[in-house]
């Protein structure tokens, strides 16, 4: 299903599809989940995830844990890419997972939040969500497991 919304990094999907049509990719598509582009390239499934900068000497971001797996669930045709423009022109850099690792680090884990304003009432929790809402189970786990995370050494 493709991605509908009007966001700034649009612009830079819709490139990078293009820059992928003119490689040999035979179709290239923006998608949502679990990465933002799948492509095919002689019948073999390609899923690119990018990540689009306005800066000019490096980029700043995040990948989530969605796009992480499907990373791993198929590295040889999984790239990070970074895109931005340079003297007028796109540039797309392109990772394996292996390598945008080298890149990546885990901060702590963030917790979001909705809170009503001005007097409005809260509404419930939708059971047909597929948040995971805090609670003091959770929020312990999450603190046993970046506890775990930071006890890790790469071996």
């Not at 998608?31 to 800066?55: C, H, M, N």
Request: charged share 30%.
């Amino acid at each position: 299903m493709e991605e509908t919304v009007d966001r700034d990094d649009r612009p830079a999907k819709d490139a990078f599809c293009a820059h992928l049509l003119s490689s040999g990719f035979e179709r290239a598509d923006v998608v949502g989940s679990p990465a933002d582009i799948l492509a095919f390239k002689q019948g073999v499934r390609w899923r690119f995830e990018v990540k689009y900068t306005k800066k000019s000497t490096s980029c700043f971001g995040a990948a989530t844990l969605t796009e992480w797996v499907a990373a791993a669930d198929d590295p040889d045709h999984f790239r990070f890419v970074v895109a931005y423009r340079s003297n007028e022109k796109w540039r797309f850099d392109c990772y394996t997972p292996e390598h945008f690792m080298e890149f990546s680090y885990v901060p702590p884990f963030k917790v979001y939040f909705t809170v009503p304003l001005n007097e409005n009432a809260a509404r419930p929790r939708s059971s047909k969500t597929k948040r995971i809402y805090m609670t003091k189970k959770r929020l312990q786990a999450l603190t046993e497991q970046f506890q775990t995370l930071r006890k890790l050494e790469e071996t």
